[in-house]
């Protein structure tokens, strides 16, 4: 008798624990059922903004409607999301609801490596290789490229290159400033790297009138130790506007050409 009634009891308990949860949800519920939307709160990165609150604001009036006034837990939180991340500079936005009738909204931008410049075209890429416009509400210092750039490109382009061979090139782009980034002397002392027709690239110092002639993305450290060389070995016999152009793009050669 006495350990039935402790089962009973048991049971009982857990019954009424159940129904507690069950009455707190579902006033939960009812409760969310009739607060409406009262405001937003836009959450943007700590750095420079490619997008500000009021660009939010009006990519959710344009792409999703009116939201402020319509009930807390009608509120379509994937269709924001989505309406958000259409736009080119917005890597991923995340959209909840609280309460208080708060419709929240963090996004994460996309963070470009380089400027890419083509036929007065001008886009970022990210170092995922995702090509965007050029935005009005910020400038990045990034490096720049540009001249004859092995991409087909148009105005207001994004997305990833349209070919095979074109996404390689970018990736092999990406590394080598990857690979200039992580020296930071030559992340710093190459002012403009630009595209020639037949796919060398060539690059240009913040000091000194050589340019160097690099040949394609591959092989950087050697290329960079060859053109260190010049510095240290070939240059201090010269005048410093003695050469024009210093061509390091192949294996264990440094040629020089006087102007």
Not at 4 to 23: E, N, R, S
Not at 152 to 172: D, F
């Amino acid at each position: 008798m006495k350990k039935g009634l402790k089962i009973l009891l048991a049971c009982t308990a857990v019954l009424l624990f159940a129904a507690v949860l069950a009455l707190i949800h579902g006033s939960s519920a009812a409760d969310r059922h009739l607060v409406t939307c009262s405001g937003l709160d836009i959450q943007l990165p700590p750095e420079g903004h490619f997008v500000t609150e009021s660009d939010i604001e009006e990519y959710l009036k344009d792409y999703y409607g009116s939201y402020i006034g319509e009930r807390i837990d009608s509120v379509n939180l994937a269709r924001v999301e989505a309406a958000l991340d259409s736009r080119s500079a917005i890597r991923k936005a995340e959209a909840w609801t609280t309460k208080d009738g708060i419709l929240h909204v963090s996004i994460t931008q996309r963070k470009p490596v380089v400027r890419l410049q083509k036929d007065g075209i001008g886009l970022y890429a990210d170092d995922r290789g995702f090509l965007f416009p050029l935005q009005s509400s910020y400038s990045p210092m990034v490096p720049i490229v540009d001249g004859a750039l092995p991409l087909n490109i148009g105005k207001g382009y994004k997305g990833e290159a349209a070919s095979e061979a074109e996404k390689t090139w970018l990736s092999g782009l990406l590394d080598l400033l990857a690979y200039m980034k992580r020296s930071k002397v030559w992340d710093e002392n190459i002012s403009q790297i630009t595209v020639q027709p037949g796919g060398d690239l060539v690059m240009y110092p913040r000091q000194g009138r050589e340019r160097f002639i690099f040949g394609s993305t591959g092989d950087a450290e050697g290329k960079f130790s060859r053109i260190e060389d010049y510095y240290k070995y070939i240059r201090p016999a010269r005048d410093s506007a003695y050469y024009a152009s210093v061509n390091v793009k192949y294996e264990g050669q440094i040629i020089c050409r006087q102007k």
